[in-house]
């Protein structure tokens, strides 16, 4: 790529990465650390290329943390298996229109979207601590693979807040504990990150060198918000959720106004 970088900025990033990690395994949102970072430290890289190097990281701490995440909890493998398809597709579909797509349109579809989540968790004690999920039937099973669909063409899009709104959507059609929708999510946020990663990379965008190095830093910080998840179940995903919601929208509301 011809672009330098001393040994104090990777260091940097490669703090951010794993910190990234940790976030995105608990319940997504990594991003918005992770690529301020990358163009704070390296501003004369081109915003494609640290969206791809972002998503290579993303790639392999998500698919990391739903590895430990599906071993403990075991979500229904058949279920997944019709989901990731549809994820790979769409997303990589959303990513070669998302050039057309005005961002600041979207912004604030978004942050109320955030906002209406935000309340009804706060609002629906009860949402989120069901019984885990078996093989859904007729309309949850159509319904599921409809959410995943569209949301997955969101992340190929725009992508904020793309774990957030799966493990919503799980929960809600398929009636299960917070638990076993992160899991569910982490598997199919994997198939979204990675059909947007080959839109980017036959595009030419992927600095290879970065992008393993925060992958691998991505890894270590993702198998520990795995095991955090673990530890602290449905209620911290809860938590979790409702704070990603409030900085979320702050973020998004910041940019809007900034772009205005």
């Not at 809600?172 to 198939?191: D, G, Y």
């Not at 955090?228 to 409702?242: E, F, K, N, P």
Request: charge should be positive.
């Amino acid at each position: 790529m011809g672009v330098e970088l001393a040994a104090g900025g990777w260091a940097v990033l490669i703090a951010g990465a794993a910190i990234a990690g940790w976030i995105d395994a608990v319940i997504g949102g990594g991003g918005l650390v992770l690529i301020p970072l990358i163009m704070a430290v390296i501003p004369q890289l081109a915003p494609v290329t640290a969206l791809a190097s972002n998503k290579l990281a993303a790639v392999t701490g998500t698919a990391s943390a739903a590895f430990t995440l599906v071993r403990t909890v075991r979500p229904p493998a058949k279920l997944l298996a019709l989901y990731v398809p549809v994820a790979l597709t769409c997303s990589g579909l959303g990513a070669l229109v998302a050039s057309a797509i005005d961002k600041d349109v979207m912004r604030p579809l978004i942050i109320v979207l955030m906002l209406l989540v935000g309340v009804f968790v706060v609002f629906k004690p009860g949402f989120g601590t069901g019984s885990s999920a078996e093989l859904p039937a007729g309309w949850r099973r159509w319904a599921s693979i409809g959410a995943v669909a569209v949301i997955a063409g969101y992340d190929g899009i725009f992508g904020p807040g793309t774990g957030m709104f799966l493990i919503m959507a799980f929960t809600a059609v398929l009636s299960q504990n917070f638990l076993t929708s992160a899991a569910m999510a982490k598997v199919v946020n994997t198939a979204t990150n990675l059909g947007a990663l080959i839109v980017f990379i036959l595009g030419g965008h992927m600095w290879w060198t970065l992008g393993i190095v925060l992958g691998v830093a991505n890894v270590l910080g993702a198998q520990i918000g795995a095991r955090t998840v673990l530890g602290g179940g449905t209620r911290l995903i809860r938590y979790a959720l409702l704070t990603l919601v409030v900085v979320m929208s702050l973020y998004l509301t910041w940019q809007q106004l900034g772009s205005a």
